[in-house]
């Protein structure tokens, strides 16, 4: 056990602090769940990309710097530090890639890595449907062989971001035949495809950060099914793993949250109840565990370990933990909490970030779904 | 940076959780609980086991190793709800003695000839004073004067007596002992989870074991939570503590509040899976629960230890932010 960074390590945290501070916007961009905000946050991929950290840890070949994982942990330390803009590229980087990474063939990933990385297409992922969410298995949505096609058709909801992005990921039913798990398969397709319609969904902030996506007939070839025919549960899997585990949410984020959450204290200790002062205080012990857990994991994998269920633990650490603070920082504001701007014309983040804490413990495998993975494949009770 | 344990420490860990496993039973935990709750021979396997000089030089006949190993050992040793002075005389007061200099009985320690209790004002009591040889109390090595008067814990294997006018306020005695503590409520807390998932195996109701009901089973998913994330707190507290690091007190505090929060759930849950028998002086759960009681307000109870980091962290204390959870280290690097 060695807790201290190296030199090499130091030297690459002064490199990247130094880029942000000299990269990152001066006023924080608009939401990301509004055109506009979107357009300036995919501009910003852009500027990421130019400096080659579009997504450090993947191969040179494909637009990343070939780096280990405590390097990925010192550049998202760096990158909350400064205070960066939300990640537009985040259901790529983060999910697609290391999908495309473990079951794409070559062609697959020429074609969509590299891209990926420098920015250039956004994604965003189609699975749930109407009647397909926790029971994902459930999945309707057709694609129907047509030669070297699909013709796919059917309806997908919830899609993060889909009304502004360019392309989207999913699972679909390839074997009319099949029940459940069987059957599906994993494929990518332009959102701008003839037949695909894509209908907003205001979330309950206000904005349409995610959408409804109707597909009537579209023709995919099949050189965008990633992994085999009927494959597609096990691939996606995978890539819900990558979302529950190390890379979706890095402890950064909500250290970042921790220290706001310690300032506003400061600045409201006169009126705040000593419960509000304990959770507080909880906020930083939490968020420095779920820290020192990603590193251990980093440490782990990065050894040839590797994580499964346990994915689900930091899954509902992390949302619960996010939930929390923010909840503390709506107590600690009082009648100030419910303004959208504070009276000297600051946007009130905390409502803002309390909203989308509370979708934490539903995206990515609701809660209850993880706990229940937890108690089957982590302490082997019966199902 | 690499947040691992070492194979070497994995395999003693491994080593001494066999024996533990073999020979410190629930049905020994009975007969120590009715016949005078301490034995020889269960000392006497400690010692030889290489224990009691696990963190004494070599020099002086010990086994020459850290906090790290020493933590570790001890959340064994709380899974199997071991009751023997061993940690407070092997993990506590031999690198507290070796600490301040006073080496002169630590060949007694690690030969296990020598059981040492601990006094502190942040207790009221002493734990196995009238076994021990010694007693560290206002900053030395004393002997254990007049007979002392017991006291009577909840938990039926812990021996303790009133404090008197021994104690002291060491700041590193205090450190020391909370570190083995929380690391005894964490093994604790791991042994509660797994008799209470053991149980919800087996016991039938509605027909199917009751661990298939999805409310007991996120009781259990609820508990796993918190004790896996106590552990890396556990593990960079014995770091800290064993790097001689600045905040190595806030970081003991942490890993005893996340430690004892951990266990007092996992008790609470376990007895509520346990059904009735949960409530009995029969089921195995109670021994644990019971220690899990006990080092909760030991060395320092909640309050003590969330005002230590609250100083730090609302007080200033702490540089606080994403690039700043191994300040420390980097300080003293
Ligand atoms: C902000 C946000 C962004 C999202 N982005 C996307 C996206 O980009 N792409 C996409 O495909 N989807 C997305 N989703 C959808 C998300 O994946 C689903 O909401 C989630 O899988 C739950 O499905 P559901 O909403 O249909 O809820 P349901 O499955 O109807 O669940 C409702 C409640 O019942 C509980 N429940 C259901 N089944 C069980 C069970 N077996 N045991 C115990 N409890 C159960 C759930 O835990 C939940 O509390 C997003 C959701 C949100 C909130």
Known sequence: MDLNYTPEQQAFRAEVRAWMEAHVPKTPLKTLEGREGYDQHVEWERTLASGNWGMVTWPEAYGGRNLDLIRWLIFEEEYYRAKAPLRANQNGIFLLGPTIMEYGTDEQKARFLTPMAKGEIMWAQAWSEPNAGSDMAAIRSRAVRDGDHYVISGQKTWSSRAAFADWCFGLFRTDQDSKRHKGLSFILLPLDSPGVTVRPIRQLHGETGFAEIFFDEVRVPVENRIAGEGEGWNVAMATAGFERGLMLRSPARFQATAKRLVELYRQHEAHASPAAREAVTQAWTDAEAYALNTYMVASTIQAGGHIGAEASLNKIFWSELDRSMHRTAMSLLGAAAELRTFADGAMNEWLEGYIFSLSGPIYAGSNEIQRNIIAERLLGLPR | ?333
Do not use: C
């Open chain 2, 1 to 333: 940076m690499d947040f691992r344990f070492t194979e070497d420490q994995i395999t003693l860990r491994d080593s001494v959780r066999e024996y533990l496993e073999g020979t410190h039973t629930p049905e020994l935990l009975r007969k120590l609980d009715e016949h005078g709750n301490r034995d020889d021979g269960v000392w006497n396997g400690l010692v030889e086991m290489g224990l009691a000089g696990l963190l004494v030089p070599e020099d002086q006949g010990g086994l020459g190793m850290g906090l790290i190993e020493a933590t570790l050992i001890a959340v064994e040793l709380g899974r199997a709800n071991v009751s023997e002075p061993i940690v407070d005389t092997a993990f506590v007061a031999a690198p507290w003695l070796a600490a301040k200099g006073q080496t002169d009985r630590l060949g007694d320690i690690a030969g296990g000839a020598l059981k040492v209790a601990l006094a502190h004002d942040v207790n009221p009591w002493v734990a196995d004073l009238d076994q021990a040889g010694a007693v560290i109390s206002h900053g030395k090595l004393a002997d254990v004067a007049a007979s002392p008067v017991a006291l009577d814990s909840v938990d039926p294997l812990r021996r303790l007596s009133a404090r008197g006018d021994l104690g002291g306020g060491d700041p590193l005695l205090l450190d020391l002992a909370a570190l083995m503590a929380a690391a005894q409520l964490v093994g604790a807390a791991d042994r509660m989870l797994a008799l209470a998932v053991d149980y919800a195996k087996q016991r039938e109701q509605f027909g199917q074991p009751i661990g298939s009901f999805q409310a007991v089973k996120h009781h259990a998913a609820s508990v796993a939570v918190k004790v896996e994330f106590a552990k890396p707190v556990l593990w960079r507290a014995a770091y800290a503590l064993q790097n001689g690091h600045a905040r190595g007190s806030v970081h003991i505090s942490h890993a005893k509040l996340a430690a004892t929060d951990a266990a007092i759930f996992a008790a609470e849950t376990a007895i509520q899976i346990h059904g009735a028998m949960g409530y009995t002086y029969e089921v195995d759960l109670h021994f644990w629960m019971k220690r899990a009681w006990a080092l909760a307000g030991a060395w320092g109870d909640r309050a003590f230890h969330l005002k230590r980091i609250d100083d730090a962290v609302i007080g200033g204390g702490i540089d606080l932010g994403p690039d700043r959870t191994f300040a420390s280290e980097m300080i003293h690097a």
